[in-house]
């Protein structure tokens, strides 16, 4: 079946660096989407991607669908403390209304 | 307010007894999930439902059910619960019946089989 797999699983950083998280799948995706959860939270959406290549930009975040599809970055510009949570990315794959969630990279800041 | 509700929000139980976490949405949406969340596994799909009466398995359905007999709840039964389901659980929406929309997560359920 579909797998998705997220690097890092954590990452420490101190407050002001720049954050990266890569989500890997085993088959193409139709379309992928992000989500964040505090600690002690639910996941919250954050944003979609849908076309080849496509590069998405929130504030500080920027979200990248790699040209084949079958991979995504979340890159955060000068972390805040604020950041601090769980990153995961969600795929969709074929016509299935499935949805595969990455593994998650947790995210501390340290101040 | 626009919400996912589950209920309870946290349960310590034992092995063999039936249980049911209820999930209602009260933003008329279609699609609803289950998800449960372990360590380094992420959140992964139990089952999934696209409409009233409209079911379908996601990647680990075993040891559960699940019905929709109405649009605003889908509730998640473990006939005879053992410790390997002892998890955080997460009921989620989305808008339409296709998944291409944000899901909503409710607050989430923490289940200990004992």
């Known amino acids: 079946g579909q797998q998705v797999m997220q690097i890092p699983q954590y990452q420490h950083v101190q407050e002001g660096e720049d954050f990266t998280t890569y989500c890997n799948s085993s088959?193409?995706?139709?379309?992928i989407q992000w989500y964040k959860q505090r600690p002690g939270g639910h996941p919250v959406f954050l944003i979609q991607l849908v076309k080849s290549g496509e590069v998405k930009k929130q504030k500080r975040l920027t979200f990248q669908f790699g040209e084949a599809k079958k991979n995504s970055s979340l890159h955060i510009t000068a972390t805040q403390t604020t950041d601090v949570g769980t990153y995961f990315c969600?795929?969709?794959?074929?016509?299935?209304?499935?949805?595969?969630f990455g593994t998650g990279t947790k995210l501390q800041v340290i101040p | 307010e626009a919400q996912v509700t589950q209920n309870p929000r946290y349960l310590i139980t034992v092995t063999g007894k039936k249980l049911t976490v209820t999930c209602s949405q009260n933003?008329?949406?279609?699609?609803m999930s289950w998800y449960r969340q372990d360590p380094g596994l992420g959140l992964r799909q139990i089952y999934y439902s696209m409409n009233v009466e409209v079911t379908d398995k996601g990647d680990v359905p075993e040891g559960y059910k699940v019905s929709r007999k109405e649009k605003r709840n889908f509730p998640l039964i473990l006939e005879s619960p053992s410790p390997n389901q002892t998890s955080l659980y997460f009921c989620?929406?989305?808008?339409?019946?296709?998944?291409?929309?944000?899901?909503?997560f409710g607050d989430g359920t923490r289940l200990s089989i004992l």
């Open positions: 989620a929406s989305s808008l339409e019946g296709g998944w291409d929309q944000p899901q909503h």
């Open positions: 088959t193409t995706l139709s379309n």
């Open positions: 969600a795929g969709r794959s074929g016509g299935y209304q499935k949805v595969t």
């Open positions: 933003m008329n949406h279609e699609y």
